[in-house]
């Protein structure tokens, strides 16, 4: 499935974004999709996923509270709701097939894709 994360751009701390992720020549129903970012200088990191086998949606710690994950069937689209932005949140974020994974009483976002992760979208926190 190709997939284009789209939404990004820039705002001020504290203000909100909805990134939102689409799929070209196929449904996103049989998908379980994450969203991942990267930081200039920093290594990839899963923000939120969902996991297929309890249903459970994974939100690294530093987004908790302030992403939400969703989705739309109907627009097969997959969402991103990001509020109260913070500087360190600027970064290119991807969606792409993804699961969350459970490891002894933690979770982490494993990507479920060996192909290519598209451009992203760049989100942009300063002021």
């Known amino acids: 499935v190709q997939l284009q994360a789209s939404g990004g751009g820039l705002v001020q701390p504290g203000g909100s974004l909805t990134l939102s992720c689409t799929a070209s020549g196929s449904t996103l129903d049989d998908y379980n999709i994450g969203w991942f970012r990267q930081a200039p200088g920093k290594e990839r990191e899963g923000v939120s996923c969902?996991?297929?086998?309890?249903?459970?949606?994974y939100y690294t710690d530093s987004v908790k509270g302030r992403f939400t994950l969703s989705r739309d069937n109907a627009k097969n689209t997959v969402y991103l709701q990001m509020n109260s932005l913070k500087p360190e949140d600027t970064a290119v974020y991807y969606c792409i097939p993804a699961d969350a994974i459970r490891d002894r009483s933690t979770y982490y976002c494993a990507p479920e894709t060996l192909g290519s992760w598209g451009q992203g979208t760049q989100v942009t926190v300063s002021s």
């Open positions: 969902r996991s297929s086998r309890d249903g459970f949606t």
